[in-house]
């Protein structure tokens, strides 16, 4: 069982920065894919960013390109997702997931734990 914790969503404007960062409880974090998804108010829980075991593998939402990165460091055992000139569309509630194997995936099903979630709103 691996247990994810989100921390660092909140309020900002249209055009502002936040990082968020998903902790993880198992120390064999580094053997597993990673990602980042979001939901919005009446919306599917959609992909937004992944990465793999080691790093060397990510996959980005069209939506968020150039915009959003994603990073991982596995001695801290924490994914982090830094989202820069951020949009109203970008407000919704953002999960971080992990995957019992070390390839980065985009599917939501490929993903075996999830965190509680952590609210991201940007304002106009």
């Known amino acids: 069982q691996v247990q994810l914790v989100e921390s660092g969503g909140g309020l900002v404007q249209s055009g502002g920065s936040l990082k968020l960062s998903c902790a993880a409880s198992?120390?064999?974090?580094?053997?597993?894919?990673m990602g980042w998804f979001r939901q919005a108010p009446g919306k599917e829980r959609e992909f937004v960013v992944s990465i793999s075991s080691s790093g060397s593998t990510t996959y980005y939402a069209d939506s968020v390109k150039g915009r959003f990165t994603i990073s991982r460091d596995n001695a801290k055992n924490t994914v982090y997702l830094q989202m820069n000139s951020l949009k109203p569309e970008d407000t919704a509630v953002y999960y971080c997931?992990?995957?019992?194997?070390?390839?980065?995936?985009?599917?939501?099903?490929?993903?075996?734990?999830w965190g509680q979630g952590t609210q991201v709103t940007v304002s106009s």
């Open positions: 198992r120390r064999t974090f580094s053997a597993y894919g």
């Open positions: 997931a992990a995957r019992s194997g070390p390839a980065a995936k985009v599917i939501r099903e490929e993903y075996d734990y």
